[in-house]
């Protein structure tokens, strides 16, 4: 079983829907990252979390640190949030242990 | 314009010819790290450094080395490549332990 799981694998919405993908962990972390990758397959860090909630945008992330789970929400989806979205935990120094990803597809 | 400069951003090789791809950061970062992706089995840890001269084996590193001579550059260097290593590599860095990290635009490797 992987330390971290995401879910679900793939994801397809309209615009405008509301997206939300899951991130459970098994293990000890100090802090959670959502990363976007993009078609081209260049990644940037969205979110670092260790708890409750942040919010940048339309893009919300929040953590549960007792159920070992992080969320991120995507509100007023739109096309060009297409994009695989990985979740990763951070355990001890600089140790990153990363999820399988999530692709999100949105139509327009 | 604060990033993460990888080189080269593609490379075509032959088993056992050594390569090296660089890695540099203007953010003054304490931390790097390297990494590579693969179909089906996500990003994973090769090496990472938490400062010059100190680093550390992640979760893959057989068959890669690293150096951290200065502060700014962390390459990864292949002494004799296999078609296993195959891969899309990511370099990366943070100002500290466990925060934010900013990835550089990855390198496609293909080892004949």
């Known amino acids: 079983k992987n330390e971290v799981e995401q879910s679900p694998q793939n994801l397809t919405a309209q615009e405008g829907e509301f997206i939300t993908i899951n991130c459970s962990y098994s293990v000890g972390i100090s802090a959670l990252h959502w990363l976007q990758q993009h078609p081209g397959g260049g990644i940037v860090s969205l979110f670092m979390?260790?708890?409750g909630k942040k919010k940048h945008g339309r893009l919300i992330a929040t953590i549960n640190i007792q159920e070992k789970h992080s969320s991120l929400h995507i509100t007023a989806s739109h096309p060009r949030d297409s994009a695989v979205y990985i979740c990763?935990?951070?355990?001890?120094?600089?140790?990153?242990?990363f999820g399988q990803g999530t692709r999100l597809t949105i139509n327009p | 314009e604060a990033q993460v400069t990888q080189n080269p951003r593609y490379l075509i090789t032959v088993t056992g010819k050594k390569l090296t791809v660089t890695c540099s950061q203007n953010?003054?970062?304490?931390?790097m790290s390297w990494y590579r992706q693969d179909p089906g089995l996500g990003l994973r840890q090769i090496y990472y450094?938490?400062?010059?001269?100190?680093?550390d084996k992640g979760d893959v590193p057989e068959g890669y080395k690293v150096s951290r001579k200065e502060k700014r550059n962390f390459p990864l260097i292949l002494e004799s490549p296999s078609p296993n290593q195959t891969s899309l590599y990511f370099c990366?860095?943070?100002?500290?332990?466990?925060?934010?990290?900013?990835f550089g635009p990855g390198t496609r490797l293909l080892v004949l």
């Open positions: 990763a935990v951070s355990r001890g120094a600089q140790k990153l242990v």
């Open positions: 450094s938490m400062n010059v001269e100190v680093t």
């Open positions: 953010m003054n970062h304490e931390y």
């Open positions: 990366a860095s943070s100002l500290e332990s466990g925060r934010t990290q900013y």
């Open positions: 979390l260790s708890s």
